[in-house]
């Protein structure tokens, strides 16, 4: 069967959402782990407790952030062209903040200076901290719209700043990012850390779920009320060219909820978060990291999964030119080189999930004090 232009549009809007929430779930419990590594390590080898659960994987885990952002290039780079040059200060924070990573991973061990490792260990708190708050600021500033327009010839300009990216709504679903991968890391060290680290990360865990459901209640307030939400008028051509400047959208203050109601499937996403949060946090109290895990990379996938829903049709709404919004239907790539890349992605992106299930089941178990104090070459 051929599949159509407008088939192959939604195909990948679908898999753009599967490779972000992979990387949400994959290289969030890490960023999680790195946030809680000052507050649940008290001593230097429990923190080489986190550091080791973490230190083997975490490099792999970011592949997903290489396989997101290439499928962005590749599939929309109407959308890679606006959102990699508007948020380019944003997004040159967040590169700065993972080049500290591998940095503090090789150098922490190098010397046994107390000082030395506190340092390190901020350093990767700081690695882990600012990528988790900034994505969440970028989501927060796609739901409210950005600054953006094409001119004549379809160029990019963006009118927006830095300064402009952190407005309050914006933080604050950095602060609901922050919160749902401090559950994530927090469950996953409960999994995989020795006592007592697994059980200060646990308590941790459990807090930071009831804060995330909280917050996330709040959110949604805000997005029917506060922020202003977007809707195309008339018809829009799903087969039609990708020149988002050939439709009309109208601003709407508030009502950015309306679309569970247009489309009652999507309201899975919001009730997936809302359900696994709290799950994941009293199978913390109850002593099951196993299912308390999986339960929090339900929670990540819901709320990534709800603000990409929320937004639908839209890709990124323009908050200077409504008119100008990229959408799923008209900012993609052509439909020979999506079918091109459907390919491929059918091909390779089984081995890549076959590999990483294959790495998880051989570095399985717990990272015991014991054990990192006697491999010296251990992080």
């Known amino acids: 069967m051929t599949l159509d232009y407008e088939t192959l549009r939604l195909i990948w809007w679908l898999l753009l959402g599967a490779l972000l929430i992979g990387f949400a779930v994959m290289d969030g419990f890490d960023l999680g782990a790195a946030i809680l590594l000052p507050f ?22 970011q592949v997903w952030l290489i396989l997101g952002g290439g499928a962005i290039f590749a599939a929309w780079p109407m959308l890679y062209a606006v959102a990699f040059s508007g948020f380019y200060l944003a997004m040159f924070l967040v590169l700065c903040a993972l080049i500290i990573r591998p940095v503090g991973f090789k150098f922490r061990s190098k010397i046994h200076d107390p000082r030395w490792r506190r340092f390190w260990d901020w350093a990767l708190f700081t690695g882990g901290f600012v990528p988790a708050l900034i994505f969440g600021v970028a989501v927060g500033n796609a739901l409210q719209g950005v600054p953006f327009r094409f001119d004549d010839d379809l160029r990019m300009i963006y009118e927006g700043s830095l ?23 927090g469950a996953f060290l409960a999994l995989k850390a020795d006592e007592p680290v697994a059980s200060r990360a646990a308590l941790i865990g459990r807090q930071a779920a009831m804060l995330l459901v909280v917050a996330f209640l709040i959110g ?31 601003v709407v ?23 696994s949060a709290p799950a994941a946090g009293l199978l913390l109290s109850r002593r099951r990291p196993g299912l308390a895990f999986v339960a929090s990379g339900l929670a990540v996938a819901g709320v990534v999964a709800t603000a990409g829903v929320g937004l639908f049709p ?13 959408t799923v239907w008209d900012a993609s790539s052509s439909e020979l080189t999506l079918k091109i890349m459907l390919v491929a992605t059918a091909i390779f992106l089984p081995l890549v999930l076959a590999y990483t299930a294959w790495v998880y089941s051989v570095l399985r178990g717990r990272i015991t004090i014991a054990a990192v104090n006697a491999d010296v070459s251990s992080y």
């Not at 659960?53 to 975490?58: A, C, F, M």
């Not at 300064?163 to 890391?185: D, I, K």
């Open 253 to 275: 203050a508030g009502g950015g909820l309306r679309v569970y109601g247009a489309h009652l499937w999507m309201i899975v996403a919001p009730l997936l978060a809302l359900v």
């Open 40 to 61: 649940v390590g008290r001593t230097d080898a429990e923190r080489r407790v986190v550091i080791n659960s973490v230190g083997p994987v975490w490099e792999g885990n």
């Open 314 to 326: 839209f890709l990124l709404p323009s908050s200077i030119a409504p008119d100008h919004s990229l």
């Open 163 to 185: 300064l402009g990216l952190l407005n309050p709504f914006a933080l604050f679903c950095g602060v609901v990012s922050v919160l749902m991968l401090t559950l994530h890391g």
């Open 220 to 250: 949604g307030v805000c997005i029917q009320l506060g922020v202003d939400s977007y809707r195309l008028v008339g018809e829009i051509d799903p087969m039609g060219p990708s020149n988002p400047t050939l439709k009309h959208v109208e």
